[in-house]
């Protein structure tokens, strides 16, 4: 099995084409990001992504930002899916993470999101995976675990940050949860939390290594479990990100990092960590 890396496009404010040549240059495989924007920033993305020869990894977000509006319904949100992979469909994405649902919906409202959603994909011949993310449907274990016990077919961006600033500890001591989503896991996003925020300032920071270890572990368990399954190929994306997850100086507000600098870090040290685990007795 090869582990491909991918260069998030979150929060980036530079050309496409400087975002490719990063990647490019990081040994990346390929570009994560929207495809909602103009048209001509579609067509800078196809341009980067076709002369440099990356792939690409197409990120949907239904009902607004990150955080969706509270009241929309679950029409609203399928119909954002529907439309973004219109969008994105000539861009032809390897595979489709959908940030979708609601953390304040019933279990049947999200199920049948789920299940719609992964319809209208279907439809399209797309494959895509749905990110556990807080402020939506998959916000904490114990809910997904719910929904997968409905839709044991579901796919499963994996984002354990999320899940460690929702529980207030790493997630060594639910085992058996992370054994469980991992049989379902089709991505990772790569970023590391810590008991109080979803982004430690740097994971190579040695007050972080353990925060850091036990989200590697986790890596592994998905790792495992799709070398079981017959993957030829497990993508990750590098995903430390702005909009209040960088820490920042007070009354400054400057970066206590560089987020590029962060996310190469990161992908580098996957690298070395997966080929470690691949040797492993």
């Not at 924007?37 to 690409?56: K, V």
């Not at 439809?123 to 839709?151: D, G, K, Q, V, Y």
């Not at 989503?181 to 939390?193: F, K, L, N, T, Y």
Request: aromatic share 10%.
């Amino acid at each position: 099995m090869k582990l491909k890396l991918f260069k998030t496009l979150w929060g980036w404010t530079g050309s496409i084409a400087l975002a490719a040549d990063q990647a490019v240059g990081a040994g990346f495989a390929g570009l994560e990001g929207g495809a909602a924007g103009s048209q001509t920033y579609r067509d800078e993305l196809l341009q980067a992504l076709q002369t440099r020869r990356l792939e690409y990894i197409q990120e949907i977000v239904t009902a607004g930002g990150y955080v969706p509006r509270r009241h929309a319904s679950v029409e609203e949100h399928i119909a954002d899916v529907a439309r973004q992979l219109q969008l994105g469909q000539h861009l032809e994405p390897r595979s489709v993470t959908i940030i979708g649902g609601c953390d304040a919906w019933s279990l049947e409202q999200s199920v049948r999101f789920f299940s719609e959603a992964q319809e209208v994909a279907a439809r399209m011949n797309i494959t895509c995976s749905f990110e556990t993310h807080r402020s939506r449907s998959l916000f904490n274990p114990w809910t997904t675990l719910a929904i997968l016990e409905r839709l044991p077919e579901l796919r499963l961006t994996c984002d354990f940050s999320h899940w460690v600033v929702v529980m207030e500890r790493q997630l060594d001591e639910d085992w058996e949860v992370v054994l469980e989503v991992a049989r379902h896991a089709q991505h990772i996003h790569a970023r590391v939390g810590y008991d109080q925020g979803p982004q430690v300032p740097h994971p190579a920071a040695p007050e972080y290594a353990a925060a850091l270890a036990s989200h590697q572990r986790c890596w592994e368990a998905i790792w495992s479990m799709q070398q079981k399954k017959g993957y030829s190929v497990t993508t990750m994306t590098p995903e430390f990100g702005p909009d209040g997850y960088l820490h920042t100086l007070p009354f400054t507000n400057q970066p206590v990092a560089d987020l590029w600098e962060i996310n190469s870090w990161m992908g580098k040290t996957e690298k070395l960590h997966f080929q470690d685990w691949r040797v492993a007795p």
